[in-house]
């Protein structure tokens, strides 16, 4: 089946820094979703991407529908302790609607 | 979007015993789903949960160990029967309204964490 495979797995930086992780699938993919899993808790949906080449943004939150359809990126702008959490990618299988997740791009924040 | 709440949050179980979660959307959706993420892990799902019909599951899973109902649009359940510590997970539900205007969208409720001794 279908694989999204995320990068990099884990980051470590300092408050104020910008932030880039991307995710990528050997297939194309209709829809790209980005979630955020805070600790205990569950995803929570944070863009929606439906269209190849969208650009869209949430607060200090851009991601992009890679114009391949293969690809999308998540980028954080002057990155703050509360980000501080597990991103997933995710899309729906092009079999039918069933969504599939990346592993997950750990953020950490140093003191 | 939709608000999921699910019960227990969070439960310490016996081997060989079994636990039903319940998961509640605030409004009515098309589709309902059921997750496992194991310590560290993504989320793997374990069935979609069809309103008045069984539920299908993925590979891997099966109704006699994770029997799902879903009687009617807002609200499932999950068992996990005859439980052991590789149970041990957090058990998502999602839902996802075909209707809404935002298809292929899910949102998830805070999850279930299980631990079995």
């Known amino acids: 089946g279908q694989q999204l495979n995320q990068s990099p797995q884990s980051m470590f930086i300092q408050e104020g820094e910008d932030v880039s992780m991307n995710c990528t699938s050997s297939?194309?993919?209709?829809?790209w979703l980005w979630y955020k899993q805070d600790p205990g808790e569950g995803p929570v949906l944070l863009i929606a991407?439906?269209?190849?080449?969208e650009l869209t943004s949430n607060g200090r939150l851009t991601a992009q529908f890679g114009i391949t359809r293969k690809d999308s990126f998540l980028n954080i702008s002057a990155s703050i302790p509360s980000d501080v959490g597990i991103y997933f990618c995710a899309g729906p299988e092009d079999r039918d609607d069933k969504i599939i997740f990346g592993k997950g791009t750990r953020l950490h924040i140093l003191p | 979007s939709a608000v999921i709440s699910q019960k227990p949050s969070r439960d310490i179980c016996q081997r060989g015993t079994s636990l039903t979660i319940q998961c509640q959307v605030d409004s009515q959706v098309t589709m309902m789903f059921w997750y496992r993420q194991q310590p560290g892990q993504s989320l793997t799902l374990i069935a979609t949960?069809?309103?008045?019909?069984?539920?299908?599951?993925e590979s891997g899973f099966v109704i006699d160990k994770f029997p799902i109902s879903r009687p009617n649009l807002t609200f499932s359940t999950l068992t996990v029967s005859n439980m052991s510590p590789e149970d041990s997970s957090i058990y998502l539900c999602?839902?996802?309204?075909?209707?809404?205007?935002?298809?292929?969208?899910?949102?998830f409720g805070p999850g279930t964490r299980l631990t079995v001794l």
């Open positions: 999602s839902a996802e309204d075909l209707a809404g205007g935002l298809t292929d969208t899910q949102y």
């Open positions: 949960a069809n309103q008045g019909s069984e539920a299908t599951y």
């Open positions: 991407l439906y269209k190849a080449g």
């Open positions: 297939s194309i993919f209709n829809t």
